[in-house]
């Protein structure tokens, strides 16, 4: 149980473009999800955390309008980097807190690598 | 926010124990996470500390102390599938969202 899935797992696009990464908990609902964005040999820094039927909370330094948040369900989150530029080439990992479970883990999608040429 | 420091790299011969210290500074703690990431794929949970002591859970343990702002993960009977990075996270000052510490980078060679 507990699976988060990503979509897609990698994805290669031109700078000025826009792309769209989705998130779902596939065996559970998930009342809250996160953004995390990882770049190499570096840790995991949280982007944003989102709420089932509520506007995302967004960390500080992190731009609301060129990171959009979607979570429109119990099992989908949706992140879209906008205007994408190379700077922006990094592993996007979300994950998803189980509501039934009520506790504090965290389950990770398997992440989505975006290379911005 | 959450200070959390951690070695970056370390390396063990299969078959042996390994000992990856962290230490953080936050207030309100909220707990501590173990995660174990391979290259390239996503975190893993290993163990969440929010009392003292030491929790054990198969070949890994991990420990905690509140008042000394320290945990270690251990890693018994190291096998070559174990070399991966271990990721320490804590959540506290008010929110239950962890924070990650760089990572240790484990090497498990023969």
């Known amino acids: 149980g507990a699976v988060v899935s990503q979509h897609p797992s990698w994805v290669i696009c031109k700078s000025g473009t826009s792309v769209k990464i989705e998130c779902r908990s596939l065996?559970?609902?998930?009342?809250?999800m996160f953004w995390y964005r990882q770049f190499p040999k570096q840790s995991l820094m949280l982007m944003a955390t989102?709420?089932?039927?509520?506007?995302?909370?967004?960390e500080q330094g992190v731009e609301k309008d060129k990171f959009l948040i979607n979570h429109a369900s119990l099992t989908l989150s949706t992140l879209t980097v906008t205007s994408a530029h190379p700077e922006d080439s990094s592993f996007y990992i979300c994950?998803?807190?189980?509501?039934?479970?009520?506790?504090?883990?965290?389950?990770f999608g398997p992440g989505t690598r975006l290379t911005v040429t | 926010g959450q200070n959390i420091d951690q070695p970056t790299e370390m390396t063990a011969t299969e078959g042996a124990i390994v000992q990856i210290n962290c230490t953080y500074q936050?207030?309100?703690?909220?707990?501590l996470f173990w995660y174990q990431q391979h290259a390239g794929e996503a975190p893993t949970f290993l163990s969440y500390?929010?009392?003292?002591g030491l929790e054990e859970k198969g070949r890994f343990s991990s420990f905690l102390s509140r008042s000394k702002g320290y945990s270690y993960l251990l890693l018994k009977e190291l096998q070559m599938k174990d070399s991966a990075s271990y990721l320490c996270a804590v959540s506290g000052g008010g929110s239950y969202i962890p924070t990650f510490g760089r990572g240790t980078s484990l090497i498990v060679h023969p």
């Open positions: 994950s998803a807190r189980d509501r039934g479970l009520g506790t504090y883990e965290q389950y």
């Open positions: 989102s709420n089932e039927g509520s506007k995302a909370t967004y």
């Open positions: 936050t207030s309100g703690f909220n707990g």
């Open positions: 500390n929010v009392l003292d």
């Open positions: 065996d559970f609902q998930a009342t809250t």
